[in-house]
């Protein structure tokens, strides 16, 4: 079934399926059509979002388990709501002592059922891995382990099994070894003697260090805990899709949406085949076929292939195009200048795209790379003409090609019938040939056997070490160190781009509307780097660069006496504008409480971004000093005792550009809901949302504060006076999620039609109708009008500001269905200036 509107829910321990039921009652009046649920299948204890699933066969009990989500399904479909779910192919989540399928693996090695589970490589050159699977879960180098007596040999009570201990890991010993071991597990307790015992064994322990160089399976992007699955071989796809089909079956579940396709070894066979049995299901479903959606991020002139037999995406894509149209172009030079003068980096985004690329292949994902080009190798050392290749040339052709790929991977197999590499990677062998002539003939032999027939193993392993290379290079790294405009660094999005034409956001919705008409459009999710609203306001400083960065000038002068000498310039305007975009609506300087909880929540963004960002600090190698300073300078800042001349110029700051912010907010909302495609709500989001990246943005939500302002019923007109409470973006959301549910097959099937405006500020709005049969909506709303909104007192340009712009419409009435008021074009064009109470026009008629 495909649904009309979805809301986002991230379960956990502390939120339940029980705790969801209530909740049915307002997501119906909300006009919500299917709740959109994190993953449900049991995960790691404690787990805060469900992607670190141990055990695909049982519904998390923290959840509820099943009873639970059967009681949820029956609150929601006494509404009329069904449930889509997220479902994780791709890996699982390993150590521990929770993954039955992982520690059968552990104990018995490739004689495991579960060993073809996982992508292991058992046959390596180090001898001392041969045959053995690497497990780099100690946390200090073996030896120092070893003799530190944290390893222990204990017995589990349950299964009566001997495994080595340490800390929450177990690793089971080997069926041969048990009986040797007996009862006597304390002689274990000498070094020498567990260190031989552990030497027989199919794992080999290790420094959580040394997995980058030495690991031999395949992780997901750089996570030692999760493991990547072989979900192209037929008894784990069954095995891990066993019980979302009974769901399906059961008519529990109206689809999936499937987490990061790009890992998978063949995300178009899996998709087909998901959907063959889907299908096969569906004649026993009371709501039809399934609906599928794929998190896909798509690169600069990449469409998802149709052939995968999707839905679509889950709306990265819309997000980024509704940030470009809400950024100016006029402000990009000044912001550019600023930034690299500020910050002594480099102006332009493709110079941090390319070191941050190389930068991971060489540490994060040296043992990967060295794999993938081992595999290339093996196909030139059977050839006369190619076998002088090396694997080291290899490996560094590999670097070029993957620094200048612009896309997350190919969709080529290299099998009989194979898709080409791609336009992308063709740009990408260009890229690589021209800064590095001398290892042209590594890269043509790698070119050459992407398109082969008959190279599966060394396109699988490409395939899959271009994705998290571009993950954690780009959104993870990059992200963090190129700070222009930071509204412009999220999910999917293009740093280097940052605005777009209103033409570009016409034809791409045009293109949905012809491919993917169902696909998700979002515009907040559990992994933004910002909230929708805090992108927004952001988007305004594009409109008044100079103002801004002349205003950041005031700021460091006002805080240099406060100011650590160590921190970096880039990192104080980092800081700046996550101050500006984090904002709270109405938070007072004086207001000490509130500023304690800001600073808070801003702190676990500061340090994470400067771990992510891998120049002072990181993960790997937290640098407490460095890290400590920047604490520091936040609680300095935000200290009414020492810094209330820097917060009241902030607060009056976001005073002036948060008018022209919600404008943006609601224009994102009503195209959300319009355009072609599924629009789907993260949950709370129907208030303002000025969150952070996570764990902020999977705060606890307020949803009794959300029913009891839902259950006011408003007049338009009052609430854009007292936007500030967020009733005004909750019903502008209704009334358009409203729209949907009473004419459904308009907005799943309706044309949709670009309408030209005309007059003094029509760069200044963005119009469309969308047509089915005699019914059509005409959707007009503005964008970039911050010198507007900041010169009056409202939320809205005045009337008279709009002059003679206008969209020429076809003459008949109808009914913006904002409002509830008739709707008269006058001779032949509606004009902006009869956008009095809410900033969007949108009528519906008979045509």
């Known amino acids: 079934m495909t649904p009309r509107a979805t809301y986002r829910l991230q379960f956990h321990k502390d939120f339940t399926f029980d705790d969801a039921v209530p909740l049915a009652p307002y997501l119906a009046k909300l006009c919500i059509s299917h709740v959109y649920s994190s993953p449900i299948l049991t995960a790691r204890a404690g787990s805060k979002h469900g992607y670190d699933v141990v055990d695909h066969t049982r519904i998390n009990p923290e959840l509820g388990g099943m009873e639970a989500f059967e009681r949820l399904t029956a609150a929601l479909k006494a509404v009329g709501i069904g449930i889509i779910v997220d479902i994780v192919p791709n890996h699982m989540a390993v150590g521990g002592a929770d993954n039955p399928w992982w520690l059968d693996v552990l104990e018995n090695g490739n004689a495991s059922r579960y060993a073809c589970f996982f992508d292991i490589q058992f046959d390596v050159d180090d001898s001392e891995l041969q045959g053995k699977i690497l497990a780099p879960f100690l946390g200090a180098p073996y030896g120092e382990v070893l003799q530190s007596g944290d390893l222990k ?83 784990v796809f069954d095995a891990v899709h066993h019980l979302i089909f009974d769901l399906y079956r059961r008519g529990m579940i109206d689809g999936v949406r499937v987490d990061h396709v790009d890992g998978l070894a063949d995300p178009a066979s899996y998709c087909r085949t998901l959907r063959a049995r889907f299908d096969a299901i569906a004649g026993e479903h009371a709501n039809g076929r399934a609906f599928i959606v794929v998190e896909k991020i798509l690169g600069a002139d990449e469409d998802l292939p149709t052939e995968w037999e999707t839905d679509g995406t889950t709306g990265y894509d819309f997000m980024n195009q509704v940030s470009e149209l809400q950024h100016d172009f006029a402000g990009k030079q000044a912001l550019t200048d600023y930034w690299s003068t500020t910050s002594g980096r480099s102006p332009d985004f493709e110079s941090e795209e390319l070191g941050a690329r190389e930068e991971m292949l060489r540490t994060a994902f040296d043992r990967q790379l060295e794999a993938t080009s081992s595999a290339f190798h093996a196909i030139a050392a059977r050839v006369t003409e190619t076998r002088d290749l090396t694997a080291s040339s290899l490996s560094r052709a590999l670097i070029h090609i993957i620094r200048h790929l612009r896309v997350y991977r190919t969709y080529a197999t290299g099998l009989p019938g194979s898709p080409p590499p791609g336009p992308q990677f063709e740009s990408a062998v260009a890229a690589a040939k021209a800064e590095a002539s001398t290892e042209d003939w590594a890269i043509d032999f790698i070119h ?40 412009r660094n999220d999910v999917g999005f293009r740093p280097g781009q940052l605005a777009s034409s209103i033409d570009d956001f016409h034809r791409a919705a045009m293109r949905r509307a012809g491919t993917y008409p169902h696909a998700m459009l979002t515009t907040a999710t559990h992994d933004h780097k910002r909230g929708e609203d805090s992108r927004a306001r952001l988007a305004v400083l594009s409109e008044i660069a100079d103002e801004w960065t002349g205003t950041v000038e005031k700021w460091r002068t006002l805080n240099g006496a406060i100011r650590p000498d160590t921190i970096a310039a880039d990192d104080e305007y980092q800081l700046y504008q996550t101050l500006v975009g ?9 207001d000490a409480d509130a500023l304690h909880s800001l600073r808070d929540r801003i702190e676990a963004w500061r340090i994470k971004s400067l771990r992510e960002a891998k120049l002072r600090s990181s993960w790997a190698a937290p640098d407490q000093d460095y890290e400590g300073c920047n604490i520091a300078f936040l609680n300095a800042l935000t200290d ?45 989001a129907e208030f303002w949302d000025f969150s952070l990246v996570d764990p902020d943005n999977r705060r606890p939500v307020d949803f009794p504060a959300r029913n009891a302002a839902l259950n006011i019923d408003p007049l338009a007109n009052d609430l854009v006076h007292t936007w500030r409470d967020s009733r005004l ?25 670009p309408l030209p405006v005309i007059g003094r500020h029509r760069d200044k709005v963005v119009a469309f109708a969308r047509t089915y049969e005699r019914r059509e909506i005409v959707v ?63 009528f519906a008629r008979d045509v």
């Not at 040394?210 to 996570?223: E, K, P, S």
Request: charged letters at 25%; aromatic letters at 8%; a positive charge.
């Open 729 to 753: 973006k909750q019903y502008l959301m209704q009334r358009l999620l409203g729209l949907r549910a009473n004419d459904p097959d308009l907005f799943a099937g309706g044309a949709y039609r």
């Open 582 to 590: 984090a904002w709270p609506v109405g938070l007072s300087a004086h």
């Open 780 to 842: 007009i709303a503005p964008i970039r009008c911050a010198q507007a909104t900041m010169a009056g007192a409202g939320i809205m340009p005045a009337p008279d500001w709009w002059a003679d712009t206008a969209v020429p419409v076809d003459s008949g009435r109808g009914t913006n269905v904002i409002t509830d008021e008739p709707m008269i074009p006058e001779a032949g064009k509606v004009t902006l200036s009869q956008m009095k109470s809410i900033p969007a026009i949108v």
């Open 448 to 487: 050459q056997t992407m398109s082969s027939d008959a190279a599966r193993p060394a396109v699988r392993r490409f395939n899959q070490l271009t994705p998290p290379v571009a993950a954690k290079a780009v959104e993870d790294t990059a992200f963090y160190r190129y700070g222009r405009l930071l509204s």
């Open 153 to 235: 040999l204990v017995r589990d009570k349950a299964s009566g099994k001997v495994a080595v201990a340490y800390h929450h890991h177990r690793f089971p010993i080997r069926p041969e070894d048990r009986e040797a071991v007996g009862d006597d597990l304390a002689r274990y307790d000498n070094g020498e003697a567990l260190h031989e015992l552990l030497e027989r064994q199919n794992f080999r322990l290790a420094w959580w260090r040394t997995a980058g160089d030495q690991i031999n399976w395949r992780r997901f992007f750089d996570i030692t805990e999760l493991a990547g699955l072989r979900i192209e071989r037929p008894e």
């Open 640 to 684: 009414t005792a020492r810094s209330l001349p820097f917060l009241e110029a902030i607060r009056t700051f976001v005073d002036r550009v948060a008018p022209a912010g919600v404008l943006n907010s609601l224009t994102q909302c009503v195209l959300r809901n319009t355009v072609p495609g599924v629009p789907d709500l993260y949950q709370g």
